[in-house]
């Protein structure tokens, strides 16, 4: 059977080859709707299948992306990395995942690699790379996507998205103080990533504003996992006995949960737990944990929507975007009752959390419980 080409696509769709090739590389201005699902539809019914590398060494484009991740075990990550692949599959791209385990020099390994593979762009979350390195490795003609960083980007191809994590930090922090706590704790994440150090400053700002003195004491450092909160729980109450704890992320709240448990303490009674980030798992434990929200699949979605747009465009028209978070208050930081309507907006929100799918395999997430 004889190869398919641009040139029989663009035949049977009835447009010039130029415009076929537009489409393949996801191009859409000026281009009318019912023409691009024409080509798509002739792509489909001859199943021309183009040679990734021969297109490259022509127009300079693999139609692939880098995306780099500090922990694929974590199951925040899972909606995100959907959610930007989503938006770029539909575009005629596909990605190129890699785990960096949480380590800087595999982080700056992964990012070489994806550079002399040609990669279109680059997606990077949670770098351990300082910002002006990370600018050089990757240099300015590849657009880049930062998540989570420490510095403004510096080159007209780097755009950074930030989560507000010192303010949701400090919202959560409040809440907490609203409701009566007073010796309130924080297990903290990765002390060399900017986003441990933010939700720290947010929790240390709603103390300075309510006259509560920071205590050192009261802050736990460890890996952000379920056994690490578990560790962080335990070692706490060692040499202290908070009435209320605010958790760098779910992970670290299951793992604390199960510690309050063995303890024999009652959350929220003896102990109040808030978290951040607001993943699927963590939404079904008892009682349901007050948290910081995260729209993870729209932080991954907005991601591969700016790398398209600047592979579309040329050209990026923010240096930075920050992206708020929302409190969402449940039954694991308030003590009083709640009305009927909390219940009921309580019970909405986590039948809206059943109701998401789940991931086929939760082996990575056990792997952070406590062992005998």
């Known amino acids: 059977?004889?190869?398919?080409?641009?040139?029989?696509?663009?035949?049977?769709?009835?447009?010039?080859?130029?415009?076929?090739?537009?489409?393949?590389?996801?191009?859409?201005?000026?281009?009318?709707?019912?023409?691009?699902?024409?080509?798509?539809?002739?792509?489909?019914?001859?199943?021309?299948?183009?040679?990734?590398?021969?297109?490259g060494l022509v127009t300079g484009q693999t139609h692939t992306?880098?995306?780099?991740?500090?922990?694929?075990?974590?199951p925040f990550f899972g909606p995100a990395i959907k959610g930007c692949e989503d938006i770029l599959f539909e575009n005629g791209y596909n990605i190129f995942l890699c785990n960096t385990n949480e380590n800087v020099d595999r982080e700056r390994y992964y990012l070489d690699l994806l550079v002399s593979r040609s990669v279109d762009a680059l997606a990077v979350w949670g770098s351990r790379v300082l910002s002006n390195e990370l600018e050089a490795i990757v240099g300015d003609n590849i657009p880049l996507v930062t998540v989570e960083l420490s510095h403004e980007p510096s080159t007209p191809n780097h755009i950074c998205i930030n989560i507000d994590n010192k303010g949701g930090a400090k919202a959560a922090t409040q809440h907490l103080i609203e409701q009566g706590y007073r010796r309130i704790a924080h297990l903290s994440g990765p002390v060399g990533r900017i986003t441990g150090?933010?939700?720290?400053?947010?929790?240390?700002?709603?103390?300075?504003?309510?006259?509560?003195?920071?205590?050192?004491?009261?802050?736990?450092?460890?890996?952000?996992?379920?056994?690490?909160?578990?560790?962080?729980?335990?070692?706490?109450?060692?040499?202290?006995?908070?009435?209320?704890?605010?958790?760098?992320?779910?992970?670290?709240?299951?793992?604390?949960?199960?510690?309050?448990?063995?303890?024999?303490?009652?959350?929220?009674?003896d102990l109040a737990v808030v978290r951040f980030d607001d993943i699927t798992l963590a939404s079904l434990i008892t009682p349901p944990l007050t948290t910081i929200q995260i729209p993870q699949y729209e932080l991954g979605k907005l991601t591969g929507e700016l790398l398209l747009k600047y592979l579309q465009d040329g050209e990026l028209h923010e240096r930075s975007i920050w992206l708020p978070v929302e409190l969402q208050v449940r039954a694991s930081s308030v003590k009083r009752p709640f009305t009927k309507e909390q219940r009921q907006a309580l019970l909405e929100n986590l039948i809206s959390y059943i109701a998401t799918d789940l991931p086929d395999k939760a082996d990575s997430t056990l792997d952070g419980l406590p062992t005998s």
């Not at 080409?5 to 201005?29: H, M, P």
């Not at 992306?65 to 974590?74: E, F, K, L, Y």
């Open 1 to 55: 059977m004889p190869q398919i080409k641009i040139s029989d696509v663009a035949r049977a769709a009835g447009v010039s080859n130029s415009t076929v090739s537009r489409v393949l590389k996801g191009q859409k201005k000026h281009m009318r709707p019912e023409t691009r699902e024409r080509v798509l539809r002739a792509i489909e019914e001859l199943d021309y299948r183009p040679n990734q590398v021969a297109r």
């Open 65 to 74: 992306i880098g995306v780099v991740i500090p922990d694929v075990s974590n």
């Open 197 to 269: 150090q933010r939700r720290l400053s947010g929790y240390q700002k709603a103390l300075e504003e309510n006259g509560l003195e920071f205590d050192p004491v009261l802050v736990e450092k460890e890996k952000p996992s379920i056994r690490g909160g578990y560790q962080a729980m335990l070692n706490l109450f060692k040499r202290q006995s908070p009435d209320a704890v605010f958790c760098y992320n779910d992970l670290m709240a299951v793992g604390a949960i199960i510690a309050a448990q063995q303890l024999d303490l009652n959350v929220p009674n």
